[in-house]
C-alpha cells in the first residue's frame, strides 16, 4: 500500500480535540503529536503511529517501532 503525498505534508492539521481523547492503544499512556512526521509518537512503547490524510491510524501493527 501506498502513501499519498497528501499524508505526509507537514502543514497537515489533526483536529486538537481529537488529540485531547487519543491514548497508546498498547500502554493507554500519553501521546505526542509530531506534525513534521505526521505521526503520534508513544515514548512509553517506543512507537509512531502514522496519520494518512488527517486521521490517526491508532493501530499497534499499523505503528513504526521508534530507534533508540
Known sequence: MTESKESKEPGRQVDPKLLEFLVCPVTHGA??????????????????????????????????????
Do not use: K, V
Not at 31 to 41: G, P, V
Not at 48 to 58: E, H, K, Q
Open 31 to 68: 501521546l505526542r503529536y509530531d506534525r513534521e512526521a505526521q505521526e503520534l509518537i508513544s515514548e512509553q512503547a517506543n512507537l509512531a503511529y502514522p496519520i494518512r490524510d488527517g486521521i490517526p491510524i491508532m493501530l499497534p501493527y499499523e505503528a513504526r517501532q521508534l530507534d533508540d
